[in-house]
């Protein structure tokens, strides 16, 4: 089975910080994804990956940006953290670049609490 | 991006069939038709997908329009396991899309004991 794993469940970040959110998957997709889920305003991209050092913005890429060193993994980083960036973070990943049809796999979230 | 139009929320009961509808009139022949669904704190898990033909696996079937305008999820017996987000979804083919996915706010099933 697929995995998509993230580095936290649950973080708690002072306004600020820099702060680096995880994910790792374990089956050689090409595509990667990040996510934000808010209540009424449901899940929305930030940036995506589809291929190692390549990104591309997604609809809400302010305050954000990504890295892809390495090809099963990819990176969010929050720069300056601020209180409305409080969220839950999901990471996707899915195999070949360019097909619709492709299946996405999700991690569980991290759910990041910015004070 | 083509957009779908889904109700709100729906019920239905343990074991009876669920039909859950899915409006894309803005569709574009090259389109695929996507169902996900997100379980209580859990991410979004594929459900199941298709182009212009129906499809069946192991988890629903998936009922497409021959205009293909609008779809429908059938989960054939509802558990309760079953009681989550579904979002149906469209994502075109090729060049940039890389497969991106546009998630609307989807239906919420409630499956009573």
């Known amino acids: 089975d697929v995995k998509v794993t993230q580095s936290s469940r649950y973080l708690v970040k002072r306004t600020g910080e820099k702060v680096f959110l995880e994910c790792v998957q374990d089956?050689?997709?090409?595509?990667m994804f990040w996510y934000r889920q808010d209540p009424g305003l449901g899940l929305r991209l930030i940036y995506f990956?589809?291929?190692?050092?390549?990104?591309e913005k997604g609809d809400i890429p302010e305050g954000y940006s990504v890295s892809r060193e390495k090809k099963e993994r990819f990176s969010l980083i929050l720069e300056s953290a601020s209180t409305n960036q409080t969220s839950m973070y999901l990471c996707?990943?899915?195999?070949?670049?360019?097909?619709?049809?492709?299946?996405?796999?999700f991690g569980p979230g991290t759910r990041l609490t910015v004070l | 991006d083509a957009k779908t139009t889904q109700p709100n929320s729906m019920e239905s009961n343990e074991e009876e069939p669920v039909h859950l509808p899915c409006n894309h009139s803005?569709?574009?022949?090259?389109?695929?038709i996507h169902w996900y669904r997100q379980l209580p704190s859990q991410g979004p898990e594929y459900v199941i997908h298709?182009?212009?033909s129906n499809v069946n696996n192991r988890m629903a079937s998936l009922a497409i329009a021959e205009d293909r305008k609008s779809s429908t999820l059938i989960l054939h017996r509802a558990t309760l396991r079953d009681a989550a987000v579904y979002y149906c979804?469209?994502?075109?083919?090729?060049?940039?899309?890389?497969?991106?996915?546009?998630f609307g706010q989807g239906t919420i099933l409630t499956v009573h004991p």
């Open positions: 996707a990943s899915s195999l070949f670049g360019g097909r619709a049809s492709n299946e996405q796999f």
């Open positions: 803005t569709i574009s022949g090259t389109d695929y």
């Open positions: 979804i469209l994502s075109g083919a090729g060049g940039t899309s890389y497969g991106k996915l546009t």
């Open positions: 089956m050689d997709h090409e595509n």
């Open positions: 298709g182009l212009t």
């Open positions: 990956s589809y291929d190692v050092k390549m990104k």
